[in-house]
């Protein structure tokens, strides 16, 4: 199941017209993205929780076919919450195999057959990919001990520029096994010595949205309510005695809730492919234009003489001869005319066709 009916607050404008699962991200639909990552590792049958613009996510998915799967979609007519959202779905998960359940807003490339393999070789309620969150990101910290789940935190406290690279060094040397636990695993280290679960220099423990889950689950989940999984279901399950395994996992992992985060994604992803420039459907950069580190959605259009570093530019937009836009995000302003800025939502401003929100630096 792919979690897809938020609102996508922080993403606004861009989810003006559109569902963050539905937002173009690296030539696809995001949900498109999560739904090929799901089917590289065998998931073929999924099923799709919408709400907000949920037409747009259907129209961007349709039925699964060009990513190999097999859609099926759930509306809520009221959010649900994570775990709330599985509830709705009870009966597409009729079955006694694990079935998988990820966040439709991230970007990554983590192992799911060696989370299966974790998950098998615990034969636990539930196994959650979790991550070491080393740059002390705005994540829950997972307490874990012996592999297993304990319970869950609170938002970890930055370091120092210092502190960082002392702590970058350390696991550096933990994973090429030149530490003093030489020979153990990488999740192995990430499970010693404090109560919590990893020893004192390890960076603190995040989920990545990806869990892998037993039908059991169902018998903790309340019924026609909103829930969450890491604040109504997991803790009870745990406290009737339940094994919810970690499975610390490594590789690329992006979370894509804030324009920030969706831009930086996306130019760092394109400079893996040598390039630095995404272009939708339609879209056009006359000759003598200036753009670099830039994504462009559908029909956007910029004209000779223009300059765009580091920005989003939306549907439609069209950028004429002699604009300059660095580090901010476009959208045509008759999209948000007459509409409020959702509160969580960066501000911008109204700059002839076009409402620009400057992006922090």
């Keep these: ?29 995001l949900v498109g993205y999560v739904t090929e990552y799901l089917s590289r590792f065998g998931c073929r ?76 070789r615990t034969q636990s309620l539930a196994t959650l990919v979790l991550l070491p969150n080393a740059k002390r990101g705005r994540y829950s910290t997972v307490e874990i001990r012996d592999g297993m789940v304990q319970g869950f935190g609170k938002y970890p406290e930055k370091l120092s520029a210092s502190d960082n690279a002392g702590g970058a060094l350390r696991a550096s040397l933990n994973r090429a096994g030149l530490s003093d636990r030489e020979g153990q695993s990488e999740s ?37 309510v909103f829930s969450h999984s890491t604040t109504d279901v997991y803790p009870q399950a745990i406290a009737r005695g339940e094994r919810i395994a970690a499975h610390v996992a490594e590789g690329m992992w992006h979370e894509l809730s804030t324009i920030p985060r969706y831009l930086d994604t996306s130019i760092e992803l394109m400079h893996g492919e040598g390039r630095d420039v995404e272009l939708g459907a339609d879209a056009h950069i006359e000759n003598g234009a200036q753009v670099s580190d830039a994504v462009l959605w559908e029909n956007a ?14 549907a ?37 066709d076009n409402f620009v929100v400057p992006l922090p630096e």
């Design 45 to 120: 049958d999924i099923m799709v929780n919408l709400h907000h613009q949920s037409k747009s996510v259907r129209h961007a998915l349709g039925d699964g076919s060009r990513f190999d799967v097999r859609l099926s979609y759930i509306d809520e007519p009221i959010i649900l919450g994570t775990s709330g959202a599985l509830d709705n779905a009870r009966d597409f998960f009729a079955t006694d195999e694990p079935f998988v359940v990820i966040n439709g807003k991230i970007a990554t490339d983590i192992d799911l057959s060696a989370a299966f393999e974790s998950h098998r």
């Design 316 to 352: 439609g937009v069209r950028l004429r001869h002699g604009e300059v836009i660095e580090n901010a995000a476009v959208v045509r302003a008759d999209l948000v005319a007459g509409g409020e800025r959702p509160e969580k939502a960066l501000a911008g401003e109204r700059k002839g």
């Design 301 to 314: 259009h910029v004209e000779s003489g223009a300059q765009v570093r580091r920005a989003v530019l939306g």
């Design 188 to 224: 192995e280290l990430s499970v010693s010595a404090s109560p919590s679960g990893a020893a004192e220099d390890d960076p603190p423990l995040m989920f990545t949205g990806i869990q892998i889950l037993e039908p059991r689950i169902f018998e903790y989940i309340p019924r026609g």
């Design 1 to 29: 199941m792919i979690l897809a009916a938020g609102y996508g607050t922080r993403l606004w404008p861009l989810t003006a017209d559109r569902a963050k699962p539905a937002i173009p991200f690296m030539n696809r639909p």
